[in-house]
């Protein structure tokens, strides 16, 4: 593709731009040859113009362009205008435009005709050729237009699908690379995503070939509805969050990572995961080593910390630094850069430079400390302060819902395990087999899984208790359950039934494997003796096995066929396993 020429687009529609180096705002101009009723579109600014008038020689005479189009006023598009209507001519020559841009160009004092696009009902019937005009106010200016030609079915769309191209690309590539440039250049020219998804609704219900923007790349079919698709979902209107940095792109990326964020925290997703999405993504501009925070614990006796490079909190109970970072709430009111340590950062390890703010919730309650480490090395990050205050709230939001989280977790972990756990050997209680076997066993007939049960008894266990006292009795019980415990998988579920009966609840076994596993428990405890103040105490167990093969209707028949199968071993001699 020689770019030093005209490029034919579609059929008698020409691409007549330049290139400009090192630019990736490019511009764009188009000319549709049309005899001497010949179409040129957005003509382009004073620095392009020479090799455009060139290319535009080389199709059709200059005076045989009649109509100039200009989507908007920009000097980019309108600044050669002067030179071009000198060379082709005032006489019957007309600049088709809206009028709300009108009111400003008729400032220029051209001396040609205006063509206003709403009062000729939208239309231009230029000999043969007929060009439609789309309406689609502020995108980016109040009486911003397209231009479709029926013949070729193209769409010149004025800013609408221009992207920034860091090397001058005239065709887009595809879809998913294009957007990624088209994307930070309308979230940033586009005031909203109302006004943008106002304006793709109406173009969307063109047949289109072709889209031709004014800067980026051209569009070609297949790649125009999943662009759309994609646009509706922009976020515009970046300048309205960021006002002092003028790099779109990274004000884009960040953007993105600010709503992607917020978007996990919605989700409920833990500290760790926002943090390590924050990380990831400012790293691309800055040099962060970490992020730290500490926060005061719920019941405010100690400090918790979490930490970027850690992968759960730090508990700590320490009097001096909870009291200075209560009495820091009163100076460290807002976030601020800090090139070197202060007295707290020294007291919390924080050496290198860091963005510094206080935790806060919605009602301003002070609850402590993060800091944005950064590594002293190439420090530069004076104009974006604006950037790492946008991300204090989300930061601080999945702080103290983690704080939450962690201090919560601990009252409820404790809680769970007395409601669910016997006290004396640690295995599941009959409440806790109640609720989860019975979610077990639905689960295993609705998808027709094995599923088989233990019931073991201690033989003999009276005898124990008689001879040795209740002190042993415990000490026999606790062993059986440590047993148990060592053969079972971890998807298995160990209860303490009741007295000196266990029950072991087996997902996904056959009562083959079952038996395997029971013959190894009962083999086990038979062999290992208890030691209790030098005397040696035999313990041997009686276990009865049902399976899903018996056909129960219910969990609590599965459990009483085990216990009926498990009377049979001891009747028929105890130490033994039946099914």
Not at 294 to 313: A, G, N
Not at 354 to 379: A, H, L, M, Q, W
Request: aromatic share 12%; glycine share 4%; net charge neutral.
């Amino acid at each position: 593709m020689n770019l030093d020429k005209p490029i034919e687009i579609a059929e008698n529609v020409f691409w007549v731009g330049s290139v400009i180096p090192e630019d990736q705002f490019q511009c764009h101009v188009y000319l549709i040859k049309n005899g001497d009723e010949s179409i040129l579109i957005d003509p382009g600014s004073r620095i392009t113009y020479d090799i455009t008038k060139k290319k535009i020689e080389q199709i059709v005479k200059l005076k045989d362009i009649k109509y100039l189009i200009c989507h908007h006023q920009d000097p980019d598009i309108i600044g050669c205008m002067d030179q071009l209507i000198k060379d082709v001519g005032k006489s019957e020559k007309y600049i088709v435009t809206h009028w709300r841009t009108w009111a400003l160009l008729k400032h220029c004092d051209w001396d040609v005709k205006l063509y206003e696009v709403e009062e000729k009902g939208w239309k231009l019937k230029a000999g043969d050729r007929l060009l439609k005009f789309i309406f689609t106010p502020y995108m980016h200016f109040p009486g911003a237009f397209c231009s479709y030609d029926v013949a070729t079915k193209s769409l010149f769309s004025s800013d609408i699908f221009g992207g920034f191209t860091p090397t001058f690309e005239l065709f887009a590539k595809s879809s998913e690379d294009y957007f990624d440039k088209l994307k930070p250049f309308h979230e940033h020219y586009i005031p909203g995503n109302a006004i943008l998804v106002n304006g793709l609704s109406k173009i969307e219900k063109y047949d289109i070939e072709i889209i031709a923007p004014q800067h980026g790349s051209i569009i070609k079919r297949d790649d125009i509805k999943p662009l759309i698709e994609k646009m509706k979902d922009l976020r515009c209107g970046l300048f309205e969050k960021f006002t002092n940095t003028r790099d779109v792109l990274k004000l884009s990326k960040l953007n993105d990572l600010l709503e992607e964020i917020i978007k996990i925290i919605a989700y409920q997703e833990r500290f760790y995961k926002v943090i390590d999405k924050f990380m990831c993504s400012l790293k691309q501009f800055y040099n962060v080593d970490s992020i730290k925070a500490f926060v005061i614990s719920s019941d405010e006796t100690s400090i918790l910390e979490l930490d970027s490079e850690k992968t759960s909190i730090i508990f700590m109970k320490d009097y001096n630094k909870l009291k200075q970072m209560v009495e820091a709430s009163s100076y460290i009111k807002n976030g601020a850069l800090f090139f070197k340590p202060s007295k707290l950062h020294t007291m919390f390890g924080i050496e290198e430079p860091s963005y510094t703010f206080p935790v806060k919730d919605r009602n301003e309650r002070f609850y402590g400390i993060c800091f944005i480490v950064f590594s002293p090395d190439d420090f530069n990050i004076y104009v974006d302060l604006e950037i790492l205050s946008k991300f204090e709230i989300p930061i601080s939001m999945a702080i103290l819902a983690e704080r939450k989280e962690y201090c919560t977790n601990n009252r409820i972990i404790q809680l769970h395990e007395e409601a669910v756990r016997d006290p004396l050997t640690g295995l599941f209680n009959r409440r806790y087999m109640n609720l989860l076997a019975e979610m077990e066993f639905k689960k295993t007939k609705r998808y027709s899984h094995p599923l088989s049960v233990l019931m073991i008894d201690i033989d003999h266990f009276k005898s124990i208790n008689d001879k040795y006292g209740h002190k042993v009795g415990d000490l026999v019980l606790k062993h059986v359950a440590q047993e148990i415990r060592n053969h079972i998988r971890s998807s298995d579920i160990p209860i303490r039934y009741g007295g000196e009966e266990f029950v072991i609840v087996l997902p996904n076994t056959t009562k083959e494997r079952a038996y395997t596993l029971a013959e190894r428990i009962r083999k086990h405890i038979d062999v290992t003796p208890i030691l209790v103040d030098g005397d040696e105490i035999n313990c041997k167990v009686s276990i009865g096995i049902s399976s899903m093969e018996d056909n129960p209707e219910t969990f609590g028949e599965l459990v009483n066929n085990s216990d009926k199968r498990m009377y049979l071993a001891k009747q028929s001699g105890r130490n033994r396993t039946v099914f």
